[in-house]
């Protein structure tokens, strides 16, 4: 598919694009039985599917629920992969290259991919200077006309919200916003799949009228599935693609399919429209469509999974780090009560835990303070795993659209959290360390608050590698969950390394609660006045002093700095592994 043409070079005017697709058909994958579970064959939801889309033209795919509208419309943006399609989808007379073309096109699902807490204009700001080359007032200007040309002045400064919400955009200003998202850079084909579901009839018109002028007046290929359209809804739309069973029964302008249930002998009742009344004489209009010879089908769909991954983005990496990290600051700080909840659970637990170890002097009651202190910091960071889950799907959406890096997206994450959790950090160790009376030496007091900092953003990291790796909150709550806890078992303190069995003695390695643990227990008893420190005495005199104690526990001063070299290791390796989880999954679904 070629992005360009000599005629619309020559002339100054955008490239125009019309899409067809010749014997298009598809079946949904056969599912495997498990635990018992009979096998499912491959379903047909796609035959022989014959059709086109000219650019300046409303087209619509209609039919009854379950006929292959959306799928229709999947195939033809790209979201599934040609490899699984028989047949060809066709641009400009050549098959269809899915990496291009998506930089010039619009793909609008039904479930939004917008960030609630961002207002009408972030929105589309943020989405232009993603997209967009140029500097950041140029997708300002744009954003701000786009929201002109959507109707959504009035509600410009409203935060987008979600369903129910308070304070929210209504369910119609909604889907403008979507639109808008994937117009801001200026498709030349759109694709929209039920625009006007759930909406009343005022919205549902209002949107198809600004599609109808947007295909009108700038010449740009629209194509929208609709299920049931109203008299004035379908007096705006060119032409019409029914489909049913999987089959395209009519496709052409309004008045051909009035004149075919004309001439098979039907009268349409005043009340009802064309399409509803066709929708139930669909039998009647069933004509069989022009196939394409095998071996022309089998090299079209060859040429079509022929496809060129290399992007071209708006941004450098650093420039789509510094966006991506703004608009991750704004949603931090507006989600107040995950900002609000962290850090008043900060201060509780530091003054709670810190009164309850208030000057405890006992080896054991301290150790076990450390114990107590680390299986805190460690499971209250996963409150982000449902944040993390909601951005992995806009990720997935904006990635595929080909605004920003993966990588962009990851380290943007892991900076953000950075104050967030330094600031938390702070708060827990503030009180907690002076309370229970640890040693009082400013420098062992930062280097207490430094480890804290570390435990929380390694939890945070291990959090978000494994976001991207589960489907869905409930499992990713069971993994972490189960892995943290196994990360205790095996850390040391409940079980010695010497009694763990070799077979398991790995765990001991990779376990998030055993490095922090030792730099705690070193900080305390190591050097200076805490290798001094009596920590046992009998009427002989002092017969365990910290430095036996960490001579005991097989640990050195120098374990001090090496900890922490650890720490930071597991840091920076799961934000790897996010990077190449999200990668893989982003890339699976750009293909």
């Known amino acids: 598919m070629e992005l360009s043409s000599t005629s619309s070079t020559a002339s100054g005017r955008k490239p125009r694009y019309r899409i067809e697709t010749k014997s298009l058909s598809y079946d949904l994958p056969s599912n495997f039985g498990f635990f018992g579970a009979a096998a499912t064959a491959p379903r047909p939801v796609l035959k022989n599917v014959t059709c086109e889309a000219p650019p300046g033209e409303l087209v619509a795919i209609v039919g009854p629920s379950g006929a292959g509208k959306t799928t229709l419309l999947s195939i033809l943006a790209g979201a599934i992969p040609p490899c699984r399609v028989r047949g060809a989808v066709l641009i400009n007379g050549r098959p269809m290259d899915v990496s291009r073309f998506r930089r010039v096109s619009g793909h609008v699902t039904q479930d939004d991919a917008l960030f609630p807490l961002l207002t009408v204009e972030e929105s589309l700001l943020y989405s232009a200077r993603l997209r967009l080359r140029g500097t950041a007032e140029d997708s300002a200007a744009q ?30 200003e909604r889907r403008r916003v979507s639109i808008g998202v994937d117009l801001v850079h200026d498709p030349a084909v759109l694709l929209l799949d039920e625009p006007t579901s759930g909406l009343d009839s005022a919205s549902a018109l209002h ?15 629209i194509i929208l599935t609709i299920h049931q359209p109203g008299f004035r809804i379908l007096e705006l739309i060119d032409r019409v693609i029914l489909i049913s069973n999987g089959s395209a029964v009519h496709q052409g302008p309004v008045h051909q399919l009035e004149a075919r249930l004309t001439d098979a002998g039907h009268c349409i009742p005043l009340h009802v429209n064309v399409l509803e009344y066709a929708m139930d004489v669909m039998d009647s209009l069933i004509v069989q469509p022009p196939t394409t010879p095998h071996e022309e089908v089998v090299a079209a769909n060859t040429a079509a999974t022929v496809n060129n991954d290399r992007i071209f983005y708006a941004n450098s ?16 700080l507006r989600t107040k009560e995950l900002f609000a909840s962290k850090m008043i659970q900060s201060i509780v637990a530091g003054v709670g835990l810190g009164t309850v170890f208030m000057n405890v002097s006992n080896l054991q009651a301290r150790v076990g303070f450390f114990a107590f202190s680390l299986t805190f910091l460690l499971t209250s960071t996963t409150e982000g795993l449902p944040i993390f889950l909601h951005e992995r799907r806009i990720l997935q959406r904006e990635t595929a659209r080909g605004a920003y890096r993966v990588s962009s997206y990851v380290i943007a994450n892991a900076i953000v959290f950075v104050p967030f959790l330094l600031a938390a950090a702070t708060l827990y160790a503030l009180p907690v360390y002076w309370l229970v009376g640890l040693r009082r030496e400013m420098d062992r007091f ?5 480890v804290v900092w570390l435990v929380m953003l390694t939890a945070n990291a291990f959090v978000a590698c494994f976001s991207a790796l589960v489907p869905n909150f409930i499992m990713g709550n069971s993994v972490i969950a189960g892995l943290m806890g196994s990360f205790f078992l095996f850390s040391g303190y409940f ?17 998030l609660f055993k490095y922090p643990f030792e730099a705690f227990v070193v900080n305390e008893y190591g050097g200076g006045s805490g ?7 009998e009427v002989g005199g002092c017969v365990l002093d910290g430095v036996m104690f960490l001579t005991q526990q097989g640990l050195e001063e120098s374990k001090r700095w090496s900890n922490i070299g650890v720490m930071l290791g597991f840091v920076l390796g799961y934000r790897i592994l996010c990077f190449v989880f999200l990668w893989f999954r982003c890339y699976r679904m750009r293909r």
């Open 495 to 511: 079980i010695a390394k010497g009694s763990i069995p070799r077979y398991w003695i790995f765990m001991h390695y990779l376990s």
């Open 531 to 537: 290798g001094r420190e009596c920590l046992d005495m």
């Open 446 to 450: 930062l280097y207490f608050s430094l």
């Open 317 to 332: 990496l650093c420039g789509e780090v510094y966006i991506l990290t703004e608009r991750f600051f704004k949603n931090v």
């Open 207 to 221: 949107i198809l009228t600004i599609l109808k002028s947007m295909a009108t007046l700038h010449t740009k290929t």
């Open 143 to 172: 954003a701000r006309d786009l929201i002109k040309q959507l109707g959504l002045n009035h509600v410009a400064s409203s935060r987008v919200g979600r369903a129910g919400m308070v304070g929210a955009i209504s369910g119609g």
